[in-house]
């Protein structure tokens, strides 16, 4: 467990994502560039910008969306956070932070990359950097019974074709194209 798994699970995961969108091609390659010149890219020390891990938590039927109400953000988002010194891989990091966040134990992560983005946050750093987000679909028991965390202000089951609305609405293009993506493998 050190930095340089975790560095290297990301750049394997990049390096091996299979994508016919020319749009995460150049994601892809951007990350790929950025994690050649910052070896300590994935912890939350890069102050320049970090690689985090996001779970799309579906139920197993894909009919409900977990999200939470972020307390930074002010909207509902996908489940996911900073990798830690501790996390052998991107992917123990993105089911980590599934587990912490939502209460269940019992969830299943798909090792395949479901997309990548990246967006500008002031995190807990408390300057403004960036994020490289590796983002995954973890799957959890209909009706998986969920426990919200310090780390988020609400936690809701949302059916995925209605997502919430409102002032603290949900980031729905980002989400509707994770959802669509999660049910087309």
Request: aromatic letters at 4%.
């Amino acid at each position: 467990m050190s930095a340089e798994s975790l560095h290297e699970s990301a750049r394997e995961l990049l390096r091996t994502w299979s994508t016919t969108d020319p749009h995460d091609d150049s994601m892809r390659h951007t990350m790929l560039a950025f994690l050649d010149s910052a070896p300590r890219g994935c912890l939350r020390e890069n102050v320049a910008g970090h690689v985090t891990a996001s779970a799309l938590v579906l139920d197993r039927s894909g009919c409900h969306v977990l999200l939470t109400l972020h307390p930074r953000v002010g909207r509902w988002l996908q489940l996911g956070g900073h990798c830690e010194v501790d996390d052998e891989t991107v992917r123990d990091a993105a089911l980590r932070e599934a587990r912490e966040e939502s209460g269940i134990d019992d969830l299943v992560l798909e090792p395949e990359l479901l997309s990548v983005h990246t967006h500008p946050i002031t995190c807990s750093l408390g300057e403004p950097t960036r994020h490289l987000d590796l983002r995954f679909v973890v799957r959890a028991a209909d009706g998986a019974h969920i426990v919200r965390s310090a780390e988020s202000n609400d936690l809701r089951w949302w059916p995925v074709d209605d997502l919430p609305g409102g002032e603290a609405g949900a980031e729905r293009d980002a989400l509707s194209d994770m959802i669509s993506r999660a049910a087309s493998r």
